[in-house]
């Protein structure tokens, strides 16, 4: 006789509204990421761009399985911007409920990051988390101060 049971597992899941429109009426440029498991292999310049004549490049930094650092750095590699750690607001909404999250308000599904130079908003547009590791399709709006 075979005997089957299900181990507990560590599961969340959030997604934003499909309806919202996404304001993007103070930001500058805005980039879509998918962050899956073992997706990102280094932490290479992902996207450039240019706001008021200055260069910039996009990073990602992969600190462990669920969470990554959103980084801004200018020509010379210095970071400019960087977000917290991913997760760090996922447990924020994790807190409100464990169960799964639909259609979510962007005001929910959002953070910002700002300093005298340029501003950033990470808008989650899906979450998955099981047991240790994240998946997340997000969006990064940049604009400068």
Do not use: C, W
């Not at 980039?31 to 992902?46: A, I, K, T, V, W």
């Not at 462990?64 to 801004?72: E, H, K, L």
């Not at 210095?78 to 639909?102: C, F, G, H, M, W």
């Not at 130079?117 to 101060?145: H, P, S, T, W």
């Amino acid at each position: 006789m075979a005997y089957a049971y299900q181990e507990e597992s560590d599961t969340f899941n959030a997604f934003l509204d499909y309806n919202v429109i996404i304001p993007l009426d103070t930001y500058d440029v805005m980039f879509r990421y998918n962050l899956y498991r073992d997706s990102l292999q280094s932490n290479d310049p992902l996207y450039n761009f240019e706001i008021n004549e200055i260069s910039y490049h996009t990073s990602i930094v992969r600190v462990d399985t669920r969470n990554y650092i959103v980084q801004i750095l200018d020509s010379n590699n210095q970071v400019i911007i960087e977000s917290a750690q991913t997760y760090n607001y996922v447990e924020t909404l994790r807190d409100l409920s464990t169960q799964p999250k639909d259609q979510m308000a962007i005001e929910d599904m959002s953070f910002e990051e700002e300093n005298e130079i340029l501003k950033m908003r990470i808008i989650f547009q899906n979450i998955f988390i099981y047991n240790d590791q994240a998946d997340y399709e997000l969006y990064v709006l940049i604009g400068a101060k």
